[in-house]
């Protein structure tokens, strides 16, 4: 098993993206069912006011951290556990990002992650349903990933809804394709939340993922920070010039995230 790391009640898989998608093959070629959870400073924040979101994500079969501020709060917390200290390197998120990388070893975003998995599934008999966002997202997203890896095999898409009066239908459409790989973006916590609940019910699923808004950057919808921007822990600032109107949940992950990490310190 590898090593976990525990940041406000979340188990966290220390893992690099490699070491993730080499998991999730070995869980696909042992016919395991799970799914597997990439939270990020937000989803941290509402699982500490929402008790059964923590328990899924602690279900999990994998816990992948998407978010330097994770990455940051592990080193705090490993390292010195120290207010002061984590104040006066919370500047280095965007000066010296690797610093923190000796804790937990890598931020993974559900968006790479996906586009790795169907790069990797291309060739092999596993098969992709893509569930959510809003019509003709999963479509193009589809497109997209094909048009890298040709050989893929995408067998359904869906936008749907996570309400209950959608759920036959989608469980009837997801059986009826015999997916084994499912990504499922209906936003957080409402996503995992469903897989939670229906992953029983799919018959030949493996492997679900919530992936937020990753059909929304792959199929061009919106755009990705510059690599720089991410690199350096920015892609939160050019969200906020894409989209003002997130401010909200961009203040919880860059501000309200930070503050409360550093209470527990
Ligand atoms: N979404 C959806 N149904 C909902 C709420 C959201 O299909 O009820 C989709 C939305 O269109 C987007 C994805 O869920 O494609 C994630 O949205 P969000 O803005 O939360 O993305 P994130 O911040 O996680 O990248």
């Known amino acids: 098993m590898q090593n976990k790391i ?4 979340i188990m966290f898989d220390n893992v690099t993206q490699i070491e993730a998608l080499n998991l999730i093959f070995k869980y696909l070629n042992k016919d395991n069912k799970g799914y597997i959870c990439t939270p990020n400073p937000e989803m941290l924040l509402e699982a500490q006011k929402n008790s059964p979101f923590l328990n899924v994500i602690n279900n999990s079969l994998l816990n992948i951290a998407d978010g330097i ?15 002061l200290k984590a104040i006066l390197n919370l500047p280095l998120i965007a000066l010296y990002p690797k610093k923190f990388k000796t804790v ?3 931020r ?9 998995i169907c790069e990797r599934s291309a060739g092999t008999p596993y098969k992709v349903f893509l569930l959510g966002a809003v019509p003709g997202i999963a ?26 009066k959608d759920k ?3 469980v009837q459409l997801i059986n009826k394709s015999e997916a084994d790989i499912l990504f499922v973006a209906f936003g957080a916590p409402k996503q995992e939340m ?28 919106r755009k990705r920070a ?14 906020l010039f894409q989209e003002p109107t997130r401010w909200k949940r961009i203040y919880n992950a860059t501000i309200k995230f930070p503050i409360e990490i550093i209470k527990l310190l």
């Not at 501020?69 to 207010?83: P, V």
């Not at 990933?145 to 209950?164: D, N, R, Y």
């Open 226 to 239: 510059p690599v720089w921007m991410q690199i350096i822990g920015l892609e939160w600032l050019y969200r």
């Open 69 to 83: 501020g994770i990455l940051w709060a592990a080193y705090n917390m490993e390292k010195h556990n120290s207010k």
């Open 168 to 170: 036959d239908t989608i």
């Open 194 to 221: 469903w897989i939670y609940e229906n992953l029983k019910n799919l018959k030949t699923v493996k492997i679900a993922i919530g992936v937020g808004g990753a059909f929304d950057f792959i199929s061009g919808k």
């Open 139 to 164: 479509e193009i997203t589809k497109e997209k990933l094909q048009q890298k890896s040709p050989a893929l095999k995408i067998v359904g898409t869906f936008a749907g809804s996570a309400e209950l």
């Open 104 to 106: 937990l070893k890598e």
């Open 6 to 9: 525990n940041v406000m009640n």
């Open 108 to 116: 993974v975003t559900g968006t790479d992650l996906i586009q790795k």
